[in-house]
C-alpha cells in the first residue's frame, strides 16, 4: 500500500500496514544478526552469537538465567556454551555472592570480537537512518519505547 492511500486507510488496513512493516523490520534484523553471527565466528550457529549478546549487554549470569533470558531450553545453553568456552569466549567463574554458584562471562577475547560484530550490524541501521533530522529520529525512538511498553 503507497504511503497516499495508506494516509485515507480505514484502522484495519493501517493495523495491517503496520503488521507489514514490523515484519520486515523482524526479517531484516534477523539477517543482520546472521550476519553478525557469521562476522563473529562463522563456525557458531546464530544461537551461540545470540547468548554472546545477551552477556555483552547484561552481564555474568547463570546458564539457567541465560536459557530464560533468551528463549532457550537449558540443554542447548549447556551445549552452546562448553562451546563457547572451548573457543576461548567466555568462562565460568564463581559468584560473588553465593560461591557455590557459577556465573558465565565474556572473556576480553569475547569482548573483542563482540564489538567488532556489533559495530558491522550497527552500521546497516545507521545508514538507514543517516537522512533523518534529529527530530524525526526522537519521535520514531519514543514511538517505539511506547509500542514496547516502555513508556508511561
Known amino acids: 500500500m503507497s504511503t497516499d492511500s495508506l494516509a485515507d486507510a480505514g484502522r484495519e488496513a493501517l493495523e495491517a500496514a503496520l503488521g507489514e512493516q514490523l515484519n520486515a523490520l523482524l526479517s531484516a534484523s534477523h539477517a543482520i544478526n546472521v550476519r553478525a553471527a557469521?562476522?563473529?565466528?562463522?563456525?557458531?550457529?546464530?544461537?551461540?552469537?545470540?547468548?554472546?549478546?545477551?552477556?555483552?549487554?547484561?552481564?555474568?549470569?547463570?546458564?539457567?538465567?541465560l536459557a530464560e533470558s533468551t528463549a532457550m531450553d537449558r540443554s542447548?545453553?549447556?551445549?552452546?556454551?562448553?562451546?563457547?568456552?572451548?573457543?576461548?569466549?567466555?568462562?565460568?567463574?564463581s559468584s560473588p555472592e553465593?560461591?557455590?554458584?557459577?556465573?558465565?562471562?565474556?572473556?576480553?577475547?569475547?569482548?573483542?570480537?563482540?564489538?567488532?560484530?556489533?559495530?558491522?550490524?550497527?552500521?546497516?541501521?545507521?545508514?538507514?537512518?543517516?537522512?533523518?533530522?534529529?527530530e524525526q529520529l526522537y519521535e520514531f525512538v519514543e514511538m517505539l519505547r511506547q509500542f514496547n511498553g516502555l513508556n508511561p
Open 38 to 65: 557469521a562476522r563473529f565466528d562463522d563456525s557458531l550457529q546464530p544461537a551461540a552469537f545470540h547468548l554472546i549478546r545477551w552477556l555483552y549487554s547484561y552481564g555474568p549470569a547463570s546458564a539457567a538465567v
Open 76 to 93: 542447548s545453553v549447556s551445549r552452546l556454551i562448553k562451546q563457547l568456552e572451548a573457543l576461548g569466549y567466555v568462562r565460568r567463574e
Open 98 to 134: 553465593d560461591g557455590r554458584a557459577i556465573l558465565l562471562s565474556l572473556t576480553g577475547h569475547g569482548q573483542e570480537k563482540i564489538v567488532e560484530a556489533l559495530k558491522e550490524k550497527g552500521t546497516v541501521f545507521y545508514e538507514r537512518i543517516a537522512g533523518w533530522k534529529d
